[in-house]
């Protein structure tokens, strides 16, 4: 660089500096303080004006040897210096009207030294009624007024008693026509500028709308480099003990930057002591331990300088500058003096814009997107009364988290259990059951599995943790816990993971079921993690929807319990009261048909014990069937019939198989098919022998291929001829499942039931069933113009 070209720039900064010094100075009129101390410059004048006058009439030594004169000039001066005095005294009545009462006073009393009638200085008392009409009400301040022109009044009145008797004349042409004229020029111009103080400055009008006064923010900021150096500025606004951004220069993140808050009463942030004090702060990063959180962007910064926003109006702090450098020691204090000139313009242009309360805009945005969530936590509670089951919940619940968070993808996990032969135990795994961007036939390509253990996916983390985790690109890269599964990533819209936020979904005790987790904001190409205020709705919307998917549970629950309660209370009616009053009203005739009753009442109170045997260890601390599924389920169910000594070698020698463990059926044929497969265990258990035979066995298997769902239940055992069977009028375990089978085509499903047996060759019972056709997710390539941000709510 020249040497040429360095001197014009500092020229041009100095030249900068003093424009802003000049400006500082007359937009410090505009204050209470400000005003004060242009009264005090008055006063001043005002004492060399009278000085002037009477040294223009020849009697200098009349205020010269007056210690009035002096003690007024002396008053004067201190008034020039109002930041000597406190402030809280100058806004105190005493205060004002010892201070009108001595400006009053004196220059009244100057113009009764003059003996003139006709003198000018009676312009002066326009200092005591200005100062009154700024500093005072308006009761107080009219009846100033009037005290004032009534003093003058007297005093005329005296200088008319001096008056030599040939200058004497009328006393109302020479003393009320004077004193008359002059009030009314007095109390005219008294009530011009109460007047003009009500009316609008022009610049109050030309900023109409919030997002045009930050545009004009952000122009102003940039005429602080002329006399400032910086990397990034920012200002803040103090609401609710928070500093809110409003405005932005230099980061390339700025709509995250303005969604940043900082605690105003936390003394690890260096804004609460310039807010506190009202004085500029000069600071290094590396005082500060957070200027190194990733989450406010700050890792650029090594020299920081805060300078407060001072309010015209009362002279205190409203917010502040917050300036930004990259190297270190780079502000002195200068630069503080300098942007603190720099500091009162942008604090006029604020209160002018009204961006003081329009500002709030920003602050309001959180409480409006919680008050949103609220309402959504109405409309969802009522969607809840319709939902039948928890996957159905969750289909349309990630389209309405979308909605909400603007992302690309929100997804919802289920956790099932899965043997894990190597550590022969039951591990943990997650399910991906619902996505806004992922088709559904992209759920079963990979299992999550919630170990806490390295690479097994940070949404198995978040599960196995049980809190909340929020990540950016950075951290999604350099997490170990990362997963190398990819796949999903070409249905995003970008195609890669920015930025993902994972909270648990919790059952009624507080324990991690599943997950919800959301994907890259749309519109925003930004790599950070979602700010804390995303991450606390968040946090609460993945509370609400744990809620109602936990709900929706305990009701399924409650409904499959009351079934059997009621399947059993219809079995005793016809298969024990009415076999006993048959054998009562027939007497000791009919010996065969009085046993072949008991058999059957015998049979309905065994199958009875059962069903209550199953209900009361399918308590709700094990609600299997809907937080796990159907192979679970059975398993459980299976081994509870273990502790029924009656049945329990049968129920050793049975195996289940299934392809799958995910349990993505509705409820209402999850439920039919379970009963199905009960059932079809019950009559296994007690009538096949299997127990009896040395290579007795018995298989309950699961197939599931895409949509087409296949049920079987055989054995090896003894048998039973089918045709008879249902010729028996009380056979209640073929006609419960005929039940399932409608059960199942009026939700939806196709189904197709067989049942295949024969004395002395086992039993294979068979259920097909063709699901409904999925839910297509909506795609999320979607076009640029939905890509943009959406407005503010407010």
Request: a positive charge.
């Amino acid at each position: 660089m020249t040497l040429k070209r360095r001197l014009s720039e500092r020229f041009q900064r100095l030249l900068h500096s003093h424009l802003l010094l000049f400006d500082t100075f007359l937009l410090a009129s505009r204050s209470r303080s400000g005003f004060a101390s242009m009264l005090a410059v008055f006063r001043i004048g005002a004492c060399v004006a009278v000085l002037v006058r009477f040294v223009s009439v020849g009697k200098p030594a009349q205020v010269l040897t007056s210690p009035f004169w002096w003690l007024y000039l002396i008053v004067a001066v201190l008034l020039l210096a109002p930041l000597a005095w406190r402030r809280k005294v100058q806004e105190t009545i005493a205060y004002q009207a010892a201070v009108l009462s001595l400006d009053t006073l004196a220059i009244n009393y100057f113009l009764y030294r003059t003996g003139e009638l006709k003198t000018d200085l009676f312009l002066l008392l326009l200092i005591p009624m200005v100062a009154a009409a700024t500093f005072l009400p308006r009761l107080p301040s009219v009846l100033t007024s009037l005290g004032v022109v009534s003093l003058y009044l007297g005093v005329l009145s005296l200088l008319y008693r001096d008056l030599p008797a040939e200058a004497a004349g009328d006393y109302f042409s020479v003393v009320l026509t004077a004193w008359g004229g002059r009030s009314l020029f007095l109390l005219a111009a008294i009530w011009l500028y109460r007047v003009q103080r009500q009316l609008p400055r022009r610049e109050d009008g030309e900023v109409i709308s919030p997002s045009r006064a930050r545009v004009e923010l952000e122009l102003l900021l940039r005429e602080l480099g002329n006399s400032v150096p910086f990397d990034t500025v920012s200002v803040q606004l103090l609401y609710q003990e928070q500093l809110q951004i409003v405005a932005t220069l230099g980061f390339p993140n700025s709509e995250e930057i303005c969604q940043l808050e900082f605690p105003v009463k936390d003394e690890r942030y260096p804004n609460g002591q310039v807010i506190r004090t009202g004085r500029p702060f000069i600071v290094n990063a590396s005082d500060f331990p957070s200027f190194q959180h990733p989450q406010y962007h700050a890792g650029h910064i090594r020299s920081w300088m805060g300078i407060p926003l001072i309010s015209p109006a009362n002279g205190e702090p409203f917010g502040m500058l917050s300036i930004d450098s990259s190297r270190q020691d780079a502000y002195t204090r200068r630069d503080a003096n300098r942007a603190g000139w720099f500091a009162s313009k942008a604090s006029a242009f604020l209160i002018a814009a009204a961006l003081g309360p329009a500002a709030l805009t920003q602050a309001t945005k959180r409480m409006n997107l919680q008050g949103m969530l609220r309402y959504w936590s109405v409309l969802l509670s009522r969607k809840n009364t319709v939902w039948q089951d928890d996957l159905q919940a969750a289909q349309e619940l990630v389209h309405i988290g979308k909605q909400i968070f603007h992302v690309e993808d929100c997804s919802v996990y289920f956790t099932r259990h899965k043997y894990n032969p190597q550590r022969d135990e039951m591990e943990r795994v997650l399910h991906l059951v619902a996505s806004s961007a992922i088709p559904s036939d992209q759920f079963q390509q990979r299992e999550i599995r919630v170990t806490g253990r390295r690479g097994d996916g940070l949404t198995g983390l978040a599960v196995y943790k049980n809190r909340v985790i929020n990540f950016g690109a950075a951290q999604i890269q350099a997490s170990p816990y990362r997963s190398g599964y990819v796949d999903h990533l070409k249905h995003l819209f970008s195609g890669v993971s920015r930025q993902i936020m994972i909270a648990p979904l919790r059952d009624y005790r507080g324990r991690s079921v599943g997950a919800i987790k959301i994907e890259n904001r749309m519109g925003r190409p930004s790599e950070n993690q979602f700010s804390p205020v995303e991450q606390n709705l968040f946090e609460m919307f993945a509370m609400t929807v744990s809620l109602m998917l936990e709900n929706i549970r305990q009701r399924n629950y409650v409904i499959r319990q009351q079934q059997q309660v009621h399947n059993v209370r219809a079995l005793l009616h016809h298969a024990a009261q009415k076999p006993l009053q048959d054998v009562l009203q027939a007497g000791n005739d009919q010996p065969e048909m009085r046993r072949q009753l008991l058999g059957e009442v015998g049979n309905a109170v065994e199958y009875t014990k059962t069903v209550l045997d199953g209900i009361l260890t399918d308590s709700e601390e094990n609600l299997l069937l809907e937080n796990e599924g159907l192979i679970p389920a059975i398993g459980r169910y299976i081994r509870t019939l273990e502790s029924l000594p009656t049945v329990a070698e049968a129920c050793r020698r049975i195996n289940i198989e299934s392809n799958t463990l995910r349990d993505d059926l509705p409820f209402r044929i999850r439920a039919a098919l379970y009963n199905i497969a009960r059932e079809g265990v019950v009559n296994l258990v007690r009538h096949s022998g299997i127990e009896n035979k040395p290579d007795g066995a018995a298989l309950v298997r699961l197939v599931r291929e895409d949509q087409v769902i296949h049920l079987t239940v055989q054995d090896n055992g003894s048998g039973f001829s089918v045709e008879k069977k249902k010729k028996v009028a009380r056979c209640f375990g073929l006609r419960d499942m005929d039940m399932q089978i409608e059960t199942i085509r009026k939700f939806g499903g196709q189904a197709e039931f067989s049942l295949e047996a024969e004395p002395g060759r086992g039993t294979n019972l068979s259920v097909v069933v063709t699901l409904p056709p999925p839910v297509t997710p909506v795609n999320a390539r979607v076009q640029a113009d939905d890509l943009q941000p959406e407005p503010n709510i407010t």
